[in-house]
Nanobody
Framework: QLRLVESGGGSVQPGESLRLSCVVS????????IGWVRQAPGKEREGVAC????????YYADSVKGRFTISGDFGTNTVYLQMDSLKPEDTAVYRC??????????????????WGQGIQVTVSS
């Protein structure tokens, strides 16, 4: 059974950091793309960052470039999203998603075969 389990969300002040984790089970990272898609109230979904287990390539939305870093740990089958210099506009529900290969198909077209439950990130002073 394929599962994605997120953790690490919470409430922080602007400028602070959070690290989200997505533990995948039922498959290995090697042939999958794992990404984070967020949705804020009243806004459309946005592909924030994606990681390809096939070649370690990454993709970032312009809104988070230079502030967020996505990485994969093949030993623990976990993908991390390090979020630094957080802004109030980063407030959203973040969902982990997975599909075979297809970095931009996930992050740009938001096409995924598997989704996590989602985790809340709130940035507020």
């Amino acid at each position: 059974q394929l599962r994605l389990v997120e953790s690490g969300g919470g409430s922080v002040q602007p400028g602070e950091s959070l690290r989200l984790s997505c533990v995948v089970s039922g498959f290995t990272l090697d042939y999958y793309t794992i990404g984070w898609v967020r949705q804020a109230p009243g806004k459309e979904r946005e592909g924030v960052a994606c990681f390809s287990g096939h070649d370690n390539s990454t993709y970032y939305a312009d809104s988070v470039k230079g502030r967020f870093t996505i990485s994969g740990d093949f030993g623990t089958n976990t993908v991390y999203l390090q979020m630094d210099s957080l802004k109030p506009e980063d407030t959203a529900v973040y969902r982990c998603a997975a599909r075979p290969l297809g970095l931009k198909r996930l992050c740009v077209q938001l096409s995924a075969d598997h989704w996590g439950q989602g985790i809340q990130v709130t940035v507020s002073s």
